[in-house]
């Protein structure tokens, strides 16, 4: 058993943000935590009391070698999984799962423009994700060596930020690839010497015969120059697959960052 589109996070350290300057470099650290109380079958609900909790520990590093070039690399570490699933006696199956997940290696390469009131970046991402270690019954990550390529655009003005892209990834094994799209809309703001937006970004994913759109707000804020933070809450919405496959998971990430 496997969670579906765990390569769905696309952003790239400083929060997609920075350093934009050459020889900057940084790293942030996250903490996700994800449930899912529900499995589906098609569209239907069965087999109900069915739940995951998932708590991951994300390390992840960015060096600037130019304006428009950087490297990247997102080391994912499961503290603990947890699937329970009832059986037809009425007791319940308990799968458990700790470890490394996949780290990913990425090349973001960015192109700014600046207009009247406005600016923003189009971005170019290969990637590429490197099997990881674990122990237990079963696995939330591929475990297998797998390409990708992100393609995006962001622009803002004073009070406004506007971002979409789309990704594939390729696994050479027998997990399936998957593409995605998202969107994010969004409002910066200041607070005296405090900055950031606040948006909502939405995901849709195509993985294995599934469909999913999954959605939530995202608060990012710059603390100082050097120290920056994020809140994620994101949501699946709406699942649909001819199998059977956890739905309906909430997903709560908070992270720091600093900044050199």
Not at 81 to 109: E, K, V
Not at 194 to 210: L, P, Q, V
């Amino acid at each position: 058993m496997m969670t579906l589109a765990t390569s769905a996070y696309a952003e790239q350290p400083i929060f997609d943000e920075m350093p934009r300057w050459k020889g900057g470099f940084g790293v942030q650290i996250l903490q996700e935590y994800r449930r899912s109380d529900q499995r589906l079958d098609g569209r239907e609900k069965v087999d109900v009391g069915s739940e995951e909790n998932v708590h991951i520990f994300h390390v992840q590093g960015v060096y600037t070698w130019d304006k428009s070039i950087r490297m990247t690399v997102k080391v994912p570490m499961v503290i603990d999984a947890r699937s329970s699933i009832p059986s037809t006696t009425g007791a319940s199956a308990t799968q458990s799962h700790s470890g490394i997940g996949d780290p990913t290696l990425a090349l973001p390469l960015k192109s700014y423009f600046n207009l009247d009131g406005r600016s923003g970046s189009w971005t170019l991402t290969p990637q590429i994700r490197f099997p990881g270690g674990r122990v237990g019954d079963y696995t939330i990550y591929p475990h297998q060596w797998g390409t990708g390529l992100f393609a995006g655009y962001e622009t803002e003005t004073h009070q406004i930020i506007l971002g979409l892209g789309a990704s594939a990834w390729h696994f050479y094994g027998e997990h399936p690839g998957n593409t995605e799209g998202e969107f994010a809309l969004g409002l910066n703001f200041r607070m005296g010497r405090y900055s950031g937006h606040f948006k909502w970004k939405n995901h849709f994913i195509y993985e294995d015969e599934t469909i999913i759109y999954r959605g939530g707000p995202v608060l990012y804020g710059r603390i100082t120059d050097e120290i920056h933070g994020q809140l994620q809450w994101k949501r699946d919405f709406y699942t649909d697959r001819g199998t059977r496959g956890y739905a309906g998971t909430d997903s709560f990430r908070i992270g720091l960052a600093f900044v050199y």
